[in-house]
């Protein structure tokens, strides 16, 4: 996977991923990551994360999972199909400003992670969801931690500067 800080996605954000055909007309399922989950429809054309690829998309209605929606170019269940698991990356220009405690998950990943005191904890590798809230998930000296994005448990997101500190709880480190 490319490190999304540089190539051809170095100013794009991934805002969604096929999950499958829906239908046999080339409709596709869709998970959005959008925290109003039509907004995808919003932002103008989505790339694949190579951005070879350009879709413009229409939505069509709610499904088990996700939205359904209709892709430029793909008319046929076959060409849905072929796109299951592609990723979806819209222009970050086109995205709206986030006020200033909010962040595009793409904008943590990578970041150093530090405890209060200056201890390296490690980098966020990436942030998951499962529905409790988000977590960042950081690699480094020697093991992986999953700590939840709260305000308690990180206290400070320096974009400029490239850095989180964070207090994980008890046990945690």
């Known amino acids: 996977m490319s490190d999304p800080k540089s190539g051809p996605t170095a100013d794009r954000v991934c805002v969604g991923v096929i999950a499958g055909a829906f239908g046999v007309q080339g409709e596709v399922r869709l998970k959005s ?3 109003t989950p039509e907004d995808i ?10 951005g070879t690829r350009q879709f413009k998309l229409k939505l069509t209605r709610p499904v088990a999972g996700g939205l359904g929606a209709r892709l430029t170019g ?15 990356h819209v222009d970050r220009k086109r995205l709206p400003r986030l006020p200033d405690d909010e962040f595009y998950h793409a904008d943590l990943i990578g970041l150093e992670v530090r405890d209060p005191g200056g201890k ?3 980098t966020v590798r990436a942030v998951h969801n499962h529905g409790a809230g988000d977590l960042l998930e950081i690699s480094g000296a020697g093991h992986d931690l999953l700590l939840p994005f709260t305000h308690a448990a990180v206290p400070t997101v320096d974009l400029a500067a490239g850095r989180i500190v964070a207090d994980p709880p008890e046990g945690l480190d």
Do not use: M, Q, R, V
């Open 74 to 88: 793909i008319t046929t269940k076959e060409e849905a199909d072929a796109l299951k698991g592609t990723a979806l």
């Open 41 to 50: 429809a919003a932002y103008g054309p989505l790339w694949s994360e190579d």
């Open 120 to 122: 390296l904890l490690g």
């Open 33 to 35: 990551f959008c925290s």
